[in-house]
């Protein structure tokens, strides 16, 4: 495969967008087609990527920029037979293949996030597109029906033999296929926020998008470890995948550090093109039942590593805190958030309490600390002062308030 047309092709892909993915000679919805044919196809565009180019030196300012969330409640008590039914089926060398943290309460837990992630959508983007909240058949007992909402259950994106899952890396590479999404979105796991008014600048560039660093050590270059974690497994099978298929990209540097926990600005058409080109990285991730350490997410790495090399994207600098609830025993973490929220481009609290009880002190802190800092409901809630969640109706009554 010639590098220099790979690159081309994701850069055509790009600007073309809508109107190549429908022509009849790139059968987008007909099963994977040869990465020759793709690069081929899209080649005899090139012309037409300079004048589109031309044309597009700014992203229009009333394009939509809609939001897609993964959600899940651990709760639920349906979902939860739904788990350990599916647990149980796994096949020995499947589980054996389970990713570190695949099954623990923290990685499915609902402790209020996605309410507050969109009191802060609401109150520092308020000019967002549409909300997309993708579900395994639920919904949060305190959403409020809006015509910018909509729940996308599995059943309706993803292939009967797909389900069910319960890796969020096998359920975002998917989500580009939610019918009308825009093409410039951004993604969010529910436990990420932004913090401070958002300028779409910062996020998108006329090429592409902006993707920063996490603060995490860098990762070693080897082959994917039993007991590393999704992230780092992620970073080691992109630079694989590049230096077999693609090394001379023209702006491929290694770097062994993985990505911010952050909001991602996404292009549906870079993903419509990486599904062509990567289809044995798609399958593989789609092919999960729990997180496996041997397929982990392409999402948020491949995708990200992948822009890079091909020109599609920048690193920047972002003001951000990293919250790991496991570890806020001191509370500096939260500290830091409340001193600095208003100037954060965003953060992320992430719940590594693992197989804490819901009633665990350090959840109740990262409660009260959201509802300090966004107090008032967004449109996407009900008109009432608290719903509560199935957790918390088995936890102590306490004098924690959501909002107004």
Not at 25 to 46: F, H, K, Q
Not at 174 to 182: A, Q, R, V
Not at 206 to 219: K, N, Q
Not at 307 to 322: F, I, N, W
């Given at each position: 495969?010639?590098?220099?047309?790979?690159?081309?092709?994701?850069?055509?892909?790009?600007?073309?967008?809508?109107?190549?993915?429908?022509?009849?000679?790139?059968?987008?919805?007909?099963?994977?087609?040869?990465?020759?044919?793709?690069?081929?196809?899209?080649?005899?565009?090139?012309?037409?990527?300079?004048?589109?180019?031309?044309?597009?030196?700014?992203?229009?300012?009333?394009?939509?920029?809609?939001?897609?969330?993964?959600?899940?409640?651990?709760?639920?008590?349906?979902?939860?037979?739904?788990?350990?039914?599916?647990?149980?089926?796994?096949?020995?060398?499947?589980?054996?293949?389970?990713?570190?943290?695949?099954?623990?309460?923290?990685?499915?837990?609902?402790?209020?996030?996605?309410?507050?992630?969109?009191?802060?959508?609401?109150?520092?983007?308020?000019?967002?597109?549409?909300?997309?909240?993708?579900?395994?058949?639920?919904?949060?007992?305190?959403?409020?029906?809006?015509?910018?909402?909509?729940?996308?259950?599995?059943?309706?994106?993803?292939?009967?033999?797909?389900?069910?899952?319960?890796?969020?890396?096998?359920?975002?590479?998917?989500?580009?296929?939610?019918?009308?999404?825009?093409?410039?979105?951004?993604?969010?796991?529910?436990?990420?926020?932004?913090?401070?008014?958002?300028?779409?600048?910062?996020?998108?560039?006329?090429?592409?998008?902006?993707?920063?660093?996490?603060?995490?050590?860098?990762?070693?270059?080897?082959?994917?470890?039993?007991?590393?974690?999704?992230?780092?497994?992620?970073?080691?099978?992109?630079?694989?995948?590049?230096?077999?298929?693609?090394?001379?990209?023209?702006?491929?540097?290694?770097?062994?550090?993985?990505?911010?926990?952050?909001?991602?600005?996404?292009?549906?058409?870079?993903?419509?093109?990486?599904?062509?080109?990567?289809?044995?990285?798609?399958?593989?991730?789609?092919?999960?039942?729990?997180?496996?350490?041997?397929?982990?997410?392409?999402?948020?790495?491949?995708?990200?590593?992948?822009?890079?090399?091909?020109?599609?994207?920048?690193?920047?600098?972002?003001?951000?805190?990293?919250?790991?609830?496991?570890?806020?025993?001191?509370?500096?973490?939260?500290?830091?958030?409340?001193?600095?929220?208003?100037?954060?481009?965003?953060?992320?609290?992430?719940?590594?309490?693992?197989?804490?009880?819901?009633?665990?002190?350090?959840?109740?802190?990262?409660?009260?600390?959201?509802?300090?800092?966004?107090?008032?409901?967004?449109?996407?809630?009900?008109?009432?002062?608290?719903?509560?969640?199935?957790?918390?109706?088995?936890?102590?009554?306490?004098?924690?308030?959501?909002g107004r």
């Amino acid at each position: 495969m010639c590098v220099c047309g790979v690159a081309l092709l994701v850069t055509c892909f790009v600007w073309v967008g809508e109107q190549c993915r429908r022509t009849p000679d790139v059968p987008m919805n007909s099963g994977p087609c040869s990465r020759a044919v793709i690069v081929r196809t899209l080649t005899e565009r090139a012309a037409r990527l300079r004048s589109l180019k031309k044309s597009n030196a700014n992203m229009p300012s009333d394009s939509p920029i809609d939001i897609v969330y993964l959600w899940v409640d651990g709760n639920d008590s349906n979902w939860r037979a739904k788990r350990q039914a599916a647990l149980q089926q796994l096949a020995h060398d499947s589980s054996a293949a389970m990713a570190r943290y695949s099954n623990v309460e923290g990685r499915f837990r609902d402790n209020h996030e996605l309410r507050f992630s969109l009191r802060a959508l609401e109150k520092f983007f308020p000019d967002h597109g549409h909300v997309y909240i993708v579900t395994d058949a639920q919904a949060p007992d305190w959403l409020r029906a809006s015509d910018r909402l909509t729940l996308v259950d599995h059943r309706d994106l993803m292939p009967e033999a797909s389900l069910p899952t319960f890796d969020s890396g096998h359920i975002e590479s998917y989500i580009h296929h939610i019918p009308n999404l825009s093409e410039h979105y951004f993604y969010f796991n529910d436990d990420v926020f932004f913090g401070a008014p958002v300028k779409l600048d910062d996020w998108f560039w006329p090429g592409g998008v902006y993707v920063g660093w996490s603060d995490e050590a860098e990762v070693s270059n080897e082959p994917l470890r039993m007991d590393g974690t999704a992230l780092d497994n992620a970073c080691r099978l992109s630079h694989q995948w590049l230096n077999a298929h693609a090394p001379d990209l023209p702006h491929y540097t290694p770097r062994f550090r993985t990505f911010a926990h952050s909001p991602r600005p996404m292009r549906k058409s870079v993903m419509l093109a990486l599904e062509m080109l990567a289809p044995e990285l798609f399958a593989a991730v789609r092919s999960t039942v729990f997180r496996s350490w041997d397929k982990p997410t392409i999402v948020s790495d491949f995708v990200l590593r992948w822009s890079l090399a091909s020109g599609l994207a920048k690193v920047r600098d972002y003001a951000h805190v990293y919250v790991s609830s496991g570890d806020l025993h001191d509370g500096s973490a939260l500290d830091q958030l409340l001193a600095r929220f208003g100037g954060l481009d965003f953060f992320c609290i992430n719940d590594t309490t693992d197989d804490a009880p819901a009633s665990d002190l350090r959840l109740s802190q990262v409660r009260e600390t959201l509802a300090h800092l966004l107090p008032v409901r967004s449109r996407f809630e009900k008109p009432l002062q608290l719903v509560k969640t199935h957790a918390e109706r088995h936890q102590p009554q306490t004098s924690l308030t959501l909002g107004r």
